[in-house]
């Protein structure tokens, strides 16, 4: 009005100062002030009319709405009661009616208090408000008369956005039936026979016709017929079709496939997985799994294989074989990863990653060797790591190497094998044991050294020296004694000559002789655990006695007897033996001085320094015969001594 020239700013400040002019919306910030035509004097209503025309004769003025984000957040996030969103074009027109009521509200609030002020009356507002609601084309809710405008508003300002959604969105009146029926059609289709979706419908056709019952082998309780009928009580009928979708829904095809088909299938196709990544550092963590080797031996069986990968850098660590599967074979397998780390001087991994299947009894044992243990779920391939080493070290190495790698059922021509048919049995080449565990080495040597998958953060680098250079900063160093008791070898024997004990025919020193101190009272006999090297030899021997650490023994070197043959290992076996002798004889000559020299002497009535005698007879000297008269008169001399001295001494011990 002001830019029209209709007033002066000054003149519009003073009206509404004076209460003359009311003011519907503040100006300001772009937004433009609104006022009541009604209580506008008469000199400016004539300039509006003159220039607009009679705006009680003009169409009404849409509301002006602003955005509102929590009416956005509230409708995107909302869930009707059956537990799907409501439609983007349902939000659309909920978030226009919630911006109109907003304005509303505004609009409302300084109407009233305006007409309180002289005392006018509202009555007009709604059809008003309503007038202009409908000229507002904002896509929101339109409204067939100021009271259910009215209404609705009321019913917003009471119970918020929730007022807009329509009640009866997402109810599950009309579904209820529909549920208990696609529960009958997903019940049938599971059966052991695993019937199609074709045989599905005629069993519910029958089922509805009456010519058959259908019942819960669980409960026992019968299913009735009029439990599937419509809202008038005719039964319901569903074409091949409606099975079809029904039983071929995301959430009911992966609920039908857990009965139907088996836990690997359904692990593969339905259940979620957790998303992971590998460690960065080698020894972080080793996974181990069995197999069967891809090809068969003379016996028409496989061999049994076992094989430990780090799962940093994929390469095999350890590998055992046997032609049954058993608990000694996982032993093996762990046995050769610790010649693999003694070889290399490597840490300790810090965690193993193992199934129930051989293992179950070794968790105790395992869980003292190393820091952290992992039992995965049976029949969970994902999960292990060593499943997805195995499918790339024969798919990576052994079917370049070797002929019949693959099945002969295979989808795919190139891991097709070729196999000829005798008797109803499909015949495979065979080999001997020797030349498959042979053959299975050479590829882990190739695997372990081709290039590392991940060429971007290990340079091109090998599986192995990935192994060998990147070892955990935090691998702590091998704990060979827990580890050799663990799995190693077991034998019963003994310490000999305070020096060695004797295993599968040589010598173990121990370590020094104060080690016979920690033996039980008469029991020289110990078990002896070991882990021969990959060559089979023991370089180490750990004794335990009742379950006690004992001692490291290492083997005992001998000498030979002619100097002018002898060698640097000579050399230093007759200095670590000399130093062990040397050391047994300062022991027992120390021990030997701290000994008494003891003699024994029957008692007399009268002690020497009272006047009484010492005879002959009353002295026993152990080791000395009767006969030797010299020995017993210097041992009376020794014996009486000054009696004086012998008095006054006994004096002073009272």
């Known amino acids: 009005m002001i830019d029209k020239g209709f007033m002066s700013k000054t003149n519009y400040d003073w009206l509404c100062h004076e209460e003359k002019l009311t003011k519907l919306r503040t ?54 009661p059956n537990g799907d969103h409501i439609s983007a074009a349902r939000q659309k027109e909920y978030n226009a009616t919630a911006r109109l009521f907003n304005a509303i509200e505004i609009i409302w609030t300084n109407y009233r208090a305006a007409r309180a002020k002289h005392g006018a009356s509202v009555k007009g507002f709604w059809p008003m408000i309503a007038e202009r609601a409908a000229s507002t084309n904002d896509g929101q809710k339109k409204f067939t008369n100021y009271r259910s405008l009215q209404r609705a508003y009321d019913k917003y300002i009471e119970c918020g956005y929730a007022a807009l959604v329509h009640g009866g969105f997402g109810n599950d009146n009309k579904l209820k039936v529909t549920a208990d029926l696609e529960n009958l059609l997903m019940s049938i289709y599971t059966m052991p026979n695993k019937p199609f979706a074709l045989d599905v419908h005629d ?47 995301p959430d009911n095809r992966s609920t039908v496939d857990k009965l139907r088909n088996g836990q690997f299938q359904y692990q593969g196709m339905h259940r979620p997985h957790h998303n992971r990544r590998k460690p960065t550092y080698a020894f972080s963590k080793v996974t181990m799994d069995d197999r069967d080797l891809p090809r068969k031996m003379d016996n028409g069986q496989r061999v049994k294989a076992y094989y430990v990968y780090d799962v940093a850098s994929g390469a095999v660590v350890g590998a055992a074989y046997s032609k049954s599967k058993d608990e000694e074979l996982f032993l ?24 129930n299947h051989l293992v179950n009894k070794f968790f105790d044992d395992l869980a003292l060797m ?38 002969w059922w295979a989808h795919g021509e190139a891991y097709r ?83 060695y004990v004797m295993l599968r025919g040589d010598k173990y020193a121990i370590p020094n002789v104060s080690v016979m101190d920690k033996l039980a009272t008469n029991d020289y006999g110990v078990d002896a655990y070991y882990l021969p090297n990959s060559m089979d030899m023991v370089e180490e021997v750990y004794l335990f006695q009742n379950n006690k650490y004992i001692c490291r023994c290492t083997p005992l070197g001998a000498y030979n007897t002619a100097k002018a043959e002898w060698t640097d290992a000579d ?40 006047g009484g005698e010492q005879n002959l007879a009353d002295i026993i000297v152990p080791g000395v015969e009767e006969s030797d008269e010299e020995v017993w008169v210097e041992a009376l001399k020794q014996v009486q001594g000054d009696n004086a001295d012998i008095k006054r001494r006994a004096l002073e011990s009272l």
């Open 27 to 80: 100006g300001g910030n772009g937004r433009q002030a609104l006022v009541e035509y009604d209580t506008m004097p008469e000199r400016i209503k004539s300039k509006i009319i003159a220039m607009y025309g009679n705006p009680y004769e003009r169409k009404a003025e849409p509301i002006a709405t602003e955005g509102d984000a929590r009416a956005v957040s509230y409708f995107s996030g909302h869930l009707l």
């Open 203 to 249: 069993l519910y056709t029958e089922f509805m016709k009456g010519n058959i019952e259908l019942f819960n082998t669980k409960t026992g309780e019968l299913f009735d017929p009029k439990s599937f009928v419509d809202g008038h009580g005719n039964p319901i009928e569903i074409t091949r079709q409606t099975v079809w979708n029904y039983l071929n829904q």
């Open 332 to 355: 093996d397998c762990m046995r050769d990863m610790f010649r693999t780390i003694h070889r290399e001087g490597l840490c300790m991994p810090l965690e193993v990653e193992v199934e």
């Open 370 to 407: 190393f820091p952290h243990v992992k039992i995965c779920n049976p029949g969970n391939s994902q999960e292990k790591h060593a499943e997805h080493f195995n499918r790339a070290k024969k798919y990576e190495v052994e079917k370049k190497n070797h002929k019949g790698i693959g099945r």
């Open 417 to 499: 094998v070729d196999v000829m048919k005798a008797d109803d049995e499909y015949k495979e080449k065979k080999y001997a044991y020797e030349t498959l565990v042979a053959d299975d080495k050479a590829d882990i040597a190739q695997y372990n050294n081709n290039k590392h998958r991940n060429e971007k953060r290990y340079g091109g680098k090998s599986r192995w020296q990935v192994l060998l250079g990147t070892q955990n900063p935090k691998a702590p160093t091998v704990p060979m004694v827990q580890v050799t008791k663990s799995i190693g070898y077991k034998a019963r024997t003994s310490i000999q000559r305070n020096q």
């Open 571 to 610: 050399a230093d076996s007759y200095t670590e033996q000399a130093k062990f002798v040397s050391e047994f004889d300062a022991r027992k000559k120390q021990q030997v001085g701290e000994l008494a020299k003891i003699g024994i002497m029957k008692t007399t009535p009268a002690p020497p320094w009272e």
